[in-house]
């Protein structure tokens, strides 16, 4: 039987156990599926999960690696523990997060399963638009090793085709070839790259608060855990994330949620409103403590909040 890895960190799943099921021997989470329900009490270990998703190196320099597990063992285990310490922060405050968290939402945006149907779009998109880079990789990739390899190209017209490794690849490019998502080994190396632009790159520039919802009131988890909007959309690109609007949306727990923005000026928000921003970019489902905060974000699902509805 093919191992299951999952694509939203199990420890972080069980950061949206139901309150009434902690003390119990096998504690759950309510799942609701896309559009509409059902609702169903789940085990955090069922949640998330695809047959070897992860098993390959990604752009790792050792080959005979896996992310699956470089992840468990260089990037969950840190994350655990600056999670424990953002928690702690008072409601809407703000400042530097640890290093280990800005690795995991970088990890946690790029890597779940939602986003390679969205890197398959971002891919046809740039070159119908002829999108160009508007500055330089980070540093970090710019000095990586290249690891050259056949790939399996997408173009819109023309289908699939796998190309040789000393292929011209640029000029493949030019011609409207982009990385077929579908294939495992192109989407763990995107995920690499996408990860560490996040984690050096993106969220860096934002301005960082942690948000807290009042006695008896909880934050959902989507399978797309790390989401964004920019200019009332919910599939924009990360590079569209530099435009002043944007702003970015991490649950971390139940009563724990990270907000990414441009600027400090006050927003008003309840959490039934990020709930259902959170559900209008999941794929398949989220996950939430209760039946009914779940329901709730199923139900008034909507893909963004005016700035002037906002506050911390």
């Known amino acids: 039987m093919s191992a299951q890895h999952h694509y939203i960190s199990k420890f972080h799943l069980k950061q949206f156990l139901d309150p009434d099921s902690l003390s119990l021997k096998d504690p759950w ?22 047959s070897l998703m992860f098993e390959g190196p990604g752009c790792l320099a050792d080959r005979g690696a896996t992310l699956e597990t470089f992840l468990a063992n260089e990037v969950e285990g840190p994350a655990a523990a600056a999670m424990r310490e953002i928690s702690r922060w008072p409601p809407g405050s703000g400042g530097e997060f640890p ?11 790029a890597r779940s399963l939602p986003m390679q149907g969205l890197e398959e779009s971002w891919g046809k998109g740039a070159h119908s638009h002829n999108w160009k880079p508007v500055e330089a990789p980070p540093a970090g990739l ?22 040789p490794a000393d292929s011209d690849f640029e000029q493949a490019a030019r011609d409207g070839w982009f990385p077929d998502m579908s294939d495992r080994t192109n989407f763990l190396e995107s995920v690499h790259i996408q990860a560490y632009y996040f984690q050096a790159r993106i969220f860096p520039r934002l301005k ?9 009131e909880f934050f959902v ?13 919910i599939g924009a690109p990360p590079s569209a994330l530099r435009h002043p609007s944007a702003y970015v949306l991490a649950s971390l727990s139940k009563t724990l949620l990270l907000l990414g923005r441009h600027t400090s000026e006050p927003w008003a928000v309840t959490p ?32 963004s909040l005016a700035p002037s509805r906002l506050v911390h």
Do not use: C
């Open 221 to 233: 988890i989507a399978d797309r855990p790390v989401g964004w909007v920019v200019e009332g959309s």
């Open 142 to 163: 710019l000095n990586a090793t290249e690891i050259r390899r056949d790939v399996r190209m997408l173009h819109q017209s023309l289908g699939r085709r796998l190309f």
């Open 29 to 50: 989470l309510w799942q609701g599926f896309i559009p509409d329900g059902p609702v169903r009490r789940r085990a955090p270990k069922n949640v998330a999960t695809i």
């Open 272 to 303: 039934a409103q990020l709930n259902a921003v959170m559900a209008s970019w999941a794929q398949a489902w989220i996950a939430g403590p209760t039946e009914a905060t779940v329901r709730s974000a199923l139900e008034n699902s909507q893909p």
């Open 208 to 216: 960082w608060f942690v948000l807290h919802p009042p006695q008896g």
């Open 99 to 109: 290093p280990a968290l800005f690795r995991y939402l970088g990890w946690a945006a």
